[in-house]
């Protein structure tokens, strides 16, 4: 009877012990292929941002190129009146110079307005771009805190199989 017994507990213990071994091995591959799929979303969801700030910039320096563009027409188009008007009056000298010169001014002072409007404004999308980068970047690291707080091994698994072999080898030896 005695062998019997003991016969029972090594079977018992060996199949606690193995069906515990399967069950860390399955909760630590699950949680492996979802921290996979989460980065793989997260890796998606940052280009796609990234890509938009890409396009935004894009954007906004195509924008101020036309707008220079059609400052600098409209320069031409005042200087070319302001000529025509001078030299139907015949003023000539200082004073067309003057008016040349405050033209050209202004025509200066609003290019350089939408040049530093542009360079603040891809300033800005730099700083989301950097932004974007940390936030994905804290999030991918607090990933891999928790996958590691998640996943079973060293001492705490081999108390798990010895504590699940013990209940084994009991279950075992009572049957």
Known sequence: MSS??????????????GSSLIGIK????????????????LQMNYNYNQAALDRQE????????????????NAHQNNAQIEAALAETGTEGRSSKKIEQTVHGQTARQET???????QQVW???????ALYISTKADVEQSKDVLRSNLV????????VLNSAAQGAAIGAAT
Do not use: C, H, W
């Open 153 to 160: 091994g060293g001492l705490p698994a081999f108390m798990q």
């Open 113 to 119: 307005a939408v040049k530093e409007a542009y360079t």
């Open 124 to 130: 800005d999308v730099r700083g989301k771009k950097d």
């Open 26 to 41: 399955r909760g630590n591959r699950s949680q492996i292929k979802a921290f996979k799929k989460q980065m793989q979303y």
């Open 58 to 73: 894009r954007s906004m320096y195509d924008s101020a190129m036309v707008e220079l563009f059609n400052l600098s027409v």
């Open 4 to 17: 019997v017994i003991v016969a029972g507990a090594i079977i018992g213990g060996v199949i606690g012990g």
